[in-house]
T-cell receptor, first 112, second 118 residues
Framework: GQSLEQPSEVTAVEGAIVQINCTYQ??????LSWYQQHDGGAPTFLSY????GLEETGRFSSFLSRSDSYGYLLLQELQMKDSASYFC?????????????FGAGTRLFVKA | GAGVSQSPSNKVTEKGKDVELRCDPI?????LYWYRQSLGQGLEFLIY????????KSGLPSDRFSAERTGGSVSTLTIQRTQQEDSAVYLC????????????????FGPGTRLTVL
């Protein structure tokens, strides 16, 4: 089967660094993605890892270890506007072909 | 268009009525997805289209739900005999993913349709 696990909530203070972990189980693996969703808004794409290692995009970085079926999203210099839900998503092989499965999301609260 | 659009943005209906939700994907995007999201919850996969065909309908919660896509573009999600538990935000996403591609699958989401069943 396929599944993703990520923490339901994380709280951090403004200016700090926070790491949101994601472990996955999938049939075949073709990449781990991260999406951000603000309250009342639609999810927006943040990053994608197909190979092991760290991908950096400004204040956000994403890491993948395929051997551990594990990845994380790292947010640096936290700002109040980073308060949102963050979803990891895995692309794998399922009935009908390739499909992307989303985790349940991690709600990040940034405090002043 | 510039982005994925969905209509209506809000729909209030009475239990037992049928509703149709529309999604206009980004022009040229071959893949189209429907998701359902209840308040404070994650994304529940409903159905996936590659072109006009739906290789994966595994997420449709019951036979009251159906979807179609015509001309490789616009998609309609239909819910028949709506129930109160159908109340949620219905999100549509599209991507450039080509059938059989093992590459990335960046999905671009529409603003969603908030469905309320009274």
């Amino acid at each position: 089967g396929q599944s993703l696990e990520q923490p339901s909530e994380v709280t951090a203070v403004e200016g700090a660094i926070v790491q949101i972990n994601c472990t996955y189980q999938t049939s075949g693996f073709y990449g781990l993605s991260w999406y951000q969703q603000h309250d009342g808004g639609a999810p927006t794409f943040l990053s994608y890892n197909a190979l092991d290692g760290l991908e950096e995009t400004g204040r956000f970085s994403s890491f993948l270890s395929r051997s551990d079926s594990y990845g994380y999203l790292l947010l640096q210099e936290l700002q109040m506007k980073d308060s949102a839900s963050y979803f990891c998503a895995v692309r794998g092989v399922y009935t009908g072909g390739f499909k992307t499965i989303f985790g349940a999301g991690t709600r990040l609260f940034v405090k002043a | 268009g510039a982005g994925v659009s969905q209509s209506p943005s809000n729909k209030v209906t009475e239990k037992g009525k049928d509703v149709e939700l529309r999604c206009d994907p980004i022009s040229g995007h071959t893949a189209l997805y429907w998701y359902r999201q209840s308040l404070g919850q994650g994304l529940e996969f409903l159905i996936y289209f590659q072109g006009n065909s739906a290789p994966d309908k595994s997420g449709l919660p019951s036979d009251r739900f159906s979807a179609e896509r015509t001309g490789g573009s616009v998609s309609t999600l239909t819910i028949q005999r709506t129930q109160q538990e159908d109340s949620a935000v219905y999100l549509c996403a599209s991507s450039l993913t080509v059938r059989g591609s093992s590459g990335g699958d960046t999905q671009y989401f529409g603003p969603g349709t908030r469905l309320t069943v009274l």
